[in-house]
């Protein structure tokens, strides 16, 4: 009876042990898909908890999934500026692991993996060996379409945007009905136009991300894709100088964001639309529509995006131009709704504004 009992308990037991590292496998093999729900989990870590994981990994060095999680913690503690020089080392290390290891993978791509630009990054090394990594990884694979895009992903994090450019054609030539790819390129074009010194650079740069914002748009598998696509397309779309698309998709915009559903924040489409289509109306000399569209535009609730960087301030800049400065003055008071964080520029601006100064908007004449 002893000897049945004892048996019974390591057939259970081994059941059990199956079970567990069935589904750790089964986590590992899934990991790229559940990457959203590791990273929300990795967001949330303790100290301890990460701590363990690094631990498990001595264990079991090829858990993909523990990865996600240590990189989402060190990555959300980075951005924050909190992370210590041990905590950076096991941060690169890991992002050696995915590049070296899961180069195909959807996550390699993902913010948590990203760099800022070489002068700005607390992880220069870190850096160097990422770009180095990647750049074997294309050698290796030069047509794995997937890795051409997460290595031009990459580049485009540290600003090395012609680099990007490459890679990211490289990927479409292979793939060119993936909308990721056609997105990412179109908006390293749109960066291009929006940073660029002469009206000439900025209209032939506007113009090769309207065509590749277009191909984006065609190859968007839903309309959370095109509403994403849809800002800096009617943008690009002005700056190239076809009116007729980037009043269509700003008024698309406004349409749709009039009929929310399901609780989506439409603060981009609202604001960027109403900036398109007062501009275009500015130029057809009509200043009451395009200030009507400058108040509009400051009538939102904000977004981590708008919270962050700020109004765009070109319509209000061209208003000025042209001695309209009431419709101004409103404007800035509304963005001062949801920009907390603008380091007293409002004020500074509405000063400006006030007495009969060019207020210096900087870079938000871009964002």
């Known amino acids: 009876m002893i000897r049945k009992l004892l ?6 037991a081994f059941i059990l042990a199956s079970g567990v590292a069935g589904y750790f496998a089964l986590r590992n093999r899934a990991a790229d898909k559940l990457a959203f729900i590791l990273t929300a989990r990795g967001v949330q870590l303790s100290k ?9 990994l001595e264990v079991d060095p090829n858990s993909f999934a523990d990865r996600i999680e ?46 800022y630009p070489e002068t700005e990054d607390p992880d ?4 160097q ?7 074997q990884q294309v050698q290796a694979k030069p ?51 929006r940073y660029s010194t002469t009206s000439d650079q900025l209209r032939i740069s506007a113009i090769k991300s309207l065509g590749l914002f277009e191909q984006a748009l065609k190859n968007a598998k839903d309309n959370d894709q095109v509403l994403y696509t849809l800002p800096d397309a009617a943008q690009a779309a002005f700056e190239a ?16 964001a009039e009929k929310p559903e399901n609780g989506r924040d439409y603060s981009d489409e609202v604001h960027y639309g109403n900036i398109v289509l007062g501009r275009i109306a500015l130029r057809q000399g009509d200043t009451t529509s395009a200030a009507a569209h400058l108040i509009k535009a400051g009538a939102v609730g904000g977004n981590p995006h708008l919270d962050s960087f700020g109004p765009n301030m070109m319509l209000a ?15 800035l008071d509304a963005c001062s709704k949801f920009w907390k964080s603008d380091d007293g520029k409002l004020a500074r601006w509405r000063a400006a504004v006030v007495t009969g100064k060019a207020p210096d908007f900087g870079a938000n004449l871009r964002y």
Do not use: C
């Not at 048996?7 to 259970?12: E, G, I, P």
């Not at 220069?124 to 850096?127: E, F, K, Q, S």
């Not at 100088?241 to 749709?256: I, N």
């Open 124 to 127: 220069p090394v870190g850096l």
């Open 70 to 115: 240590l990189l989402s913690f060190y990555s959300f503690k980075r951005v924050s500026g909190e992370l210590n020089a041990s905590e950076l080392a096991s941060r690169r290390r890991h992002i050696a692991w995915v590049i070296t290891n899961e180069p195909s993978s959807k996550f390699a791509s993902d913010p948590a993996m990203e760099f």
């Open 129 to 135: 060996e990422a770009r180095s990594l990647w750049l």
């Open 143 to 193: 047509s794995d379409s997937r890795i051409l895009y997460n290595t031009g992903e990459f580049f485009s994090s540290i600003h090395e945007f012609p680099q990007s450019e490459d890679f990211l054609e490289r990927a479409r030539a292979i793939d060119p009905a993936d909308y990721e790819t056609a997105f990412s390129l179109a908006t390293d074009y749109w960066h291009d136009a």
């Open 241 to 256: 100088g076809d009116s007729a698309r980037a009043a269509a998709w700003s008024t698309e915009m406004l349409t749709t």
């Open 48 to 56: 301890q908890q990460a701590d363990k994981l690094e631990r498990d």
């Open 317 to 331: 800049k061209e208003l000025l131009e042209r001695g309209t400065d009431q419709p101004v003055l409103e404007y």
């Open 7 to 12: 048996l019974s308990a390591l057939v259970l």
